[in-house]
């Protein structure tokens, strides 16, 4: 039944009517043969279902025909690929942001983007989309990568897969059997090229396949890229002194392995003034009321639940934090440098690959929340200006031009004929 209700869906995007297997050229084209080959028919159409399945074969013929995109050349910057972006859902987060900022980014140089939620769509939409496009871009390793690899195989697409958090921290965390690690070893040797977003969420990935990629496969690292707004917004006076009462934000989904509860025991490490506001929602929210009453009851600590996304969502607070157990290359430390707002963090292998030695002073020596208050009153405390400064540099390694060139090389390549 798969075969004919496919066809179903090409034929109503091409509009093909009347006795298509007398006047359709496709029919004769020796493109047909081959793809029936591929569809498993045979030329004896003395079946219904054989006849629907010859009518496909000659659908997806007319399609290789007549709307196939012209082949990728080099010494013409205005031909680019269609791609295809398969996303999970679009709800609020890191990953939906960058994909954003890259849809952005390739649209304004022309290029031809489709983004499809798989939480919004069925397959016959996805078939249809995937038919369209030169390379499907999976979003992230996860659900859009596996309907990416099966869209790949059916129509014989370019995949690349895009990597954020490091999938070994990942899996152990969500207590991932066995089963599906062996499956998920199985899928990821076959397809063909990933983009990761950090160095350390590349280290992991390849801890967790317990061997490097294979000869067939390629892959790149491109760190993730924050726009920057306009000059001077949420960018406190070079030479002002330490807030005398400062406000504090933590950003984020409040969920296990960002350990938000930390944060709540740093607060209490810190003088009296200090102020904490946790923006974001998630299945810690309910315990996290619980557990700081104290904090609550004195004004210290405010849930402020989900809040839009964007400049604004930084720029109320002297200094924000994270308490991450694992990153890819996290988008609120990048969000926040970007308009002027330090971000504090833990030492992880993902925030030292992004503040290196320009702003060590933004993570604390160790994963304790003594460690963490102690970062806070350090950065509060030194001279704005070279905080400013340290933060610029740190910015130039990530932004939105390089991104993006970067992303049209690998877009570019995986559409290039074999």
Not at 114 to 140: E, F, K, M, Y
Not at 266 to 275: A, I, K, V
Not at 394 to 417: G, I, N, S, T
Request: glycine share 6%; proline share 8%.
């Amino acid at each position: 039944m798969q075969p004919a209700s496919i066809g179903h869906t090409a034929g109503n995007q091409l509009h093909m009517v009347g006795k298509a297997h007398v006047q359709d050229p496709a029919s004769r084209h020796p493109l047909r043969q081959h793809i029936a080959t591929r569809l498993g028919m045979t030329d004896n159409l003395g079946t219904e279902g054989q006849v629907v399945t010859e009518r496909l074969a000659r659908q997806v013929t007319a399609n290789l025909v007549n709307l196939v995109h012209p082949p990728i050349i080099n010494t013409g910057p205005e031909v680019t690929p269609c791609i295809l972006l398969l996303q999970e859902d679009q709800t609020t987060g890191g990953v939906t942001t960058i994909a954003g900022t890259l849809c952005k980014a390739l649209q304004q140089q022309g290029w031809s983007v489709t983004a499809l939620a798989l939480n919004l769509s069925g397959w016959p939409q996805r078939l249809t989309a995937a038919w369209h496009c030169d390379v499907i871009l999976a979003s992230h390793n996860f659900r859009p990568a596996y309907v990416a690899w099966a869209l790949g195989r059916l129509l014989r697409k370019p995949v690349v897969v895009w990597v954020h958090g490091p999938l070994q921290e990942v899996l152990a965390q969500a207590q991932t059997s066995s089963l599906k690690r062996g499956w998920l070893r199985w899928l990821y040797r076959r397809l063909p090229q990933f983009v990761f977003v950090s160095w350390a969420s590349r280290d992991s990935f390849e801890r967790f396949m317990q061997r490097p990629l294979g000869s067939h496969q390629r892959s790149v690292v491109i760190p993730n890229a924050v726009t920057l707004p306009g000059p001077a917004v949420g960018t406190p006076p070079p030479d002002s002194a330490a807030p005398a009462n400062p406000q504090l934000a933590y950003i984020g989904r409040l969920s296990l392995e960002k350990q938000p509860a930390l944060l709540l025991d740093m607060l209490r490490l810190l003088p009296p003034r200090f102020r904490l506001t946790l923006v974001g929602d998630g299945p810690l929210r309910d315990k996290l009321q619980q557990t700081g009453t104290d904090l609550l009851a004195c004004d210290r600590l405010t849930l402020a639940g989900p809040q839009p996304h964007g400049p604004a969502l930084y720029t109320p607070w002297h200094l924000t934090l994270l308490a991450s157990r694992y990153e890819g290359c996290p988008m609120t430390l990048l969000e926040s440098l970007a308009v002027g707002i330090p971000c504090v963090g833990l030492p992880i292998p993902a925030l030292q690959e992004v503040v290196g030695n320009d702003v060590a002073y933004l993570l604390a020596r160790d994963h304790s929340a003594q460690a963490i208050a102690d970062a806070v009153q350090t950065v509060l405390a030194l001279p704005r200006r070279q905080v400013q400064a340290d933060m610029a540099r740190v910015l130039l390694r990530h932004q939105v031009k390089d991104f993006v060139e970067r992303w049209q090389a690998v877009l570019k390549e995986a559409a290039r004929p074999c």
